[in-house]
């Protein structure tokens, strides 16, 4: 193209379809696009939408309506809509949104440069393809800070909770070959990247469709031989697979952090059997004492849904005794929203949104409070962080150490001698000396 044509890309959701914008980007950057981080100053914007929760599907309306506003108004010249929510939502988008390009279905992701030369020679697209035919492979630009980067190791899901259409939209579990990720790793490492953050919409499940059985641990052996790599974060960890043999991967690598994310949803053995999910309070009773047994020191994030349909007051009250009672250090909670077309959107015993709402407020407020005691007794103590920037107005360096995984878990705020001349990236010692509206305060050491 003979003059560059700007591109802003705005990537909601999670960080699986963060990748996929990585992905779409080194696409574009090859065929000669540049980036600009405003989408007002652009020529097209990307919108890589998520479509998982009614919350995420109407901020990405939300944010659709600023951009149509904004082609209107003549400030930019195309749109192209992408991720979950046009995935889910083809032939509403293409009907309700005249103004949008190009709408582009997760199959179509390796061709993106493509269908921008057919968009901006005039041609309105919708391009759709098999799910299953999503490529995960390719270079990246990545959008995270220097030091640290997502590694998808899977796409899809096969688990099928009642509540969830993220199997509609994203098709079968398909794992990554262990060479093409190692492969990725390695030039990550290379390339800086000093902490990997292992994605997937269930990481335990990896390598049973290729190899035939759970390949997690042997893929965390590989990533661990490859230099330069400080930490590696496992997200999104089923309760049912995490075997021994994981469990004995994690406390001999002294790379894998103490870290697990396992998304539990409910403790009642009845709703979790709606939710065609396995277990009951009684057996993640016994897998949160062993992984605490067998793992001293771990960190525990997990989610749960309230207001599922059916839910009594008694199984509410209680998830929230199981919850205090396993005293997890990172707790992430969603009233439960109402899906069209999975199983759980048709029961019959809905809740009040006012309920679900209420009842997420009440753990939230729990979790605070627990989270403000782990806190106050880390005072004293030091930890390892990497520093990822400096508060100006605060005159404060934050950072995290390796119990808070990247934009989810918050930062540490610390103080340094200006000798110290401190990096985005750099790794130091940090004393505990304060809590500040829950957030840990310290002093380099």
Known sequence: MSEKMKVAVVSLGCAKNQVDAELMMARLAEAGYAFVDEPGVSDIVLLNTCGFITAA?????EWLGELITLKNEGRIKYIAVTGCLSERYREEFSKEYPEVDAIVGISEYEHIADIFAEMTGGAR???FGAKESHSMEGDRILSTLPHYAYLRIADGCDNRCSYCAIPQIRGRFRSRSMENIVRE?????KGGVKELVIIAQDVTRYGFDLYKKLALPELLDRLCEIEGLKWIRLLYCYPER?????IDCIKKQDKIVKYLDIPLQHCDGDILK???????????RELIAKLRREIPGITLRTTFITGFPGETEEQFNALGEFAQDMRFERMGCFAYSEEENTPAAGFSDMLDEEVREHRKEILEEQQDARVAELYEAMIGSEVEVVVEGFDRYLEHYFGRSAMFAPEIDGMIYFTAPSERGLLIGDFVQIKIDNVVDNNLVGEVV
Do not use: V
Not at 185 to 189: P, R
Not at 242 to 246: A, F, M, R
């Open 57 to 61: 599907k109407e901020e990405g309306i």
């Open 185 to 189: 790793a390695e030039a990550l490492a």
């Open 125 to 127: 697209l919708c391009r």
């Open 242 to 246: 995490i075997t021994d043999e994981l």
């Open 274 to 284: 709606k939710m065609n999910r396995r277990g009951d309070e009684a057996s993640l």
